[in-house]
Every structure is written in structure tokens, then in C-alpha cells.
């Protein structure tokens, strides 16, 4: 048996509204609690722009690309091709890059 009751619309909306006041609240807490890194909005307009996600992450960690191939061992002209050329790179190029930026492989995909 399905138990119901009726209230008026401006009571819902209310009720809709504290509901989501409350997940804020809680949202904040469990940031408290457990702060995650985040991205600054610019990083996001421009992954939502299209940009290339190996560069988007590679300058919002201070990386030039000539650092970054240093520190992974993957060619600068490799990674450029990847940033401004679209091209993929291996799963190996990947790992290594993503393990020097913090990331998991799935950000830069």
C-alpha cells in the first residue's frame, strides 16, 4: 500500500529548497573534512573551449614542455604533438605523463 500525502506547491518548493541548501551544507563539510584539489574556473572554460587536456594540465602544474620531458623522459617534439597536433600518444606516453602531472591517465583523454 502506498502511503501519500498532498501539500501545497509553495510548501514543496520550500522543502525542494532546504534539500538543496542541505547538500551544500554538506558538500562544505565533506571539504573540511577532506579538501580534494581543485582547478581554477579558467582551467575549466578552457577544457570546455576544447583545449588540449596535456596542456591545460601541464602549465596549471608550472611545466614547460621542455620540463615535462625531462622529468618523463618523453621527447618535447612529442609532446608538443600532442598538445597542438591532436595526436594521442601511447598508453606508455600517457602513464608517464599523467604519473609527472598527478593525474590519472583518464584526465588527459
Request: hydrophobic share 40%.
Amino acid at each position: 500500500m502506498n502511503d501519500m500525502i498532498t501539500i501545497p506547491i509553495e510548501d514543496y518548493a520550500r522543502l525542494m529548497e532546504a534539500a538543496d541548501d542541505l547538500a551544500d551544507l554538506q558538500a562544505v563539510g565533506d571539504y573540511k573534512v577532506d579538501p580534494k584539489p581543485g582547478v581554477p574556473s579558467e582551467f575549466v572554460a578552457r577544457m570546455l573551449a576544447g583545449e588540449s587536456l596535456l596542456k591545460l594540465w601541464r602549465e596549471h602544474r608550472g611545466y614547460s614542455q621542455n620540463e615535462l620531458g625531462k622529468i618523463t623522459g618523453v621527447n618535447r617534439i612529442q609532446i608538443g604533438d600532442i598538445e597542438d597536433r591532436g595526436k594521442t600518444g601511447s598508453v606508455i606516453t600517457l602513464k608517464k605523463l599523467a604519473n609527472a602531472l598527478n593525474i590519472q591517465v583518464d584526465d588527459l583523454l
